[in-house]
């Protein structure tokens, strides 16, 4: 079976219940930032955060969908020495001997900057494999993101 529970990590104060917030639309009308974009205004509302344009807070998205196998190295491009371990951002996943399909790995970011001093309140990401993802899925991804962005400090 090919699925892994959402991951998401994050830093940052986070933001409060209520803090107006203005939302970066992405250029694609129809792609996927589109429709993660407007996943994550119903979930800013849904947690009562007011959408305003000249907000003090500033909420950016990225999103992309890739094979599962497809990997991130940290580094300036060159290959690890070898015998060395990469410093991986995403590790690939090897396809399993009951994969009924090519897996796909969702990934994406929620930054949320203070206009008033442009330091981070908040900067959550995470990534989760799947089949295919529908748009229930990426729903319940900004969903997860927006209540991360939301909870107590402390993380």
Known sequence: VVSSPLEIRSSGAGLQRGAPVSLVRPDDA????????????????????????????????????????????????SEPEQGQEPDWLVRPREKERFDKCEAQRLRATLVIYDRSNGSVAYRGS??????????????EFARSLVADALAPAGR
Do not use: H, M, N, Y
């Open 30 to 77: 129809d792609g996927l930032s589109a429709r993660f974009a407007s996943a994550v205004e119903r979930a800013l509302v849904d947690r009562s955060v007011t959408l305003a344009q000249d907000a003090r807070f500033i909420a950016d998205i990225s999103v992309a969908k890739r094979p599962a196998s497809a990997v991130l190295i940290r580094g300036e491009g």
């Open 126 to 139: 995470g990534q989760a494999i799947e089949c295919a993802f529908g748009d229930s899925d990426i729903a």
